[in-house]
């Protein structure tokens, strides 16, 4: 059984950075697509990054270009989002997501923004 467990969220000012970490256990991520996804209170969850095997790269451009980067190393079978400037609508639980199959779902890590 695929197992996610996010970490690195916190409260953060407005301009700060924080670099969230996605480590999977119970089988080696290395074939498949790893993402972030985030939830802000009162809204869908949406699309972030993600990160193929290969280290192909998608943003939700819109959202985070040029200040999120999503990277990952199969050897430690841990995916990393690296935020920069960050803004107040940046808050949100951001969540791992991993494609094997099934769509398995970290638990979720908070990021707060304050202005």
């Known amino acids: 059984q695929l197992r996610l467990v996010e970490s690195g969220g916190g409260l953060v000012q407005a301009g700060g950075s924080l670099r969230l970490s996605c480590a999977a256990s119970?089988?080696?991520?290395?074939?498949?697509?790893m993402g972030w996804f985030r939830q802000a209170p009162g809204k869908e969850r949406e699309f972030v990054a993600d990160i193929s095997w290969n280290g192909g790269r998608r943003y939700n451009t819109a959202s985070v270009k040029g200040r999120f980067t999503i990277s990952r190393d199969n050897a430690k079978n841990t995916a990393y989002l690296q935020m920069n400037s960050l803004k107040p609508e940046d808050t949100a639980v951001y969540y791992c997501n991993v494609r094997a199959g099934s769509d398995y779902w970290g638990q979720g890590t908070q990021v707060t923004v304050s202005s």
């Open positions: 119970g089988r080696a991520i290395s074939s498949y697509v």
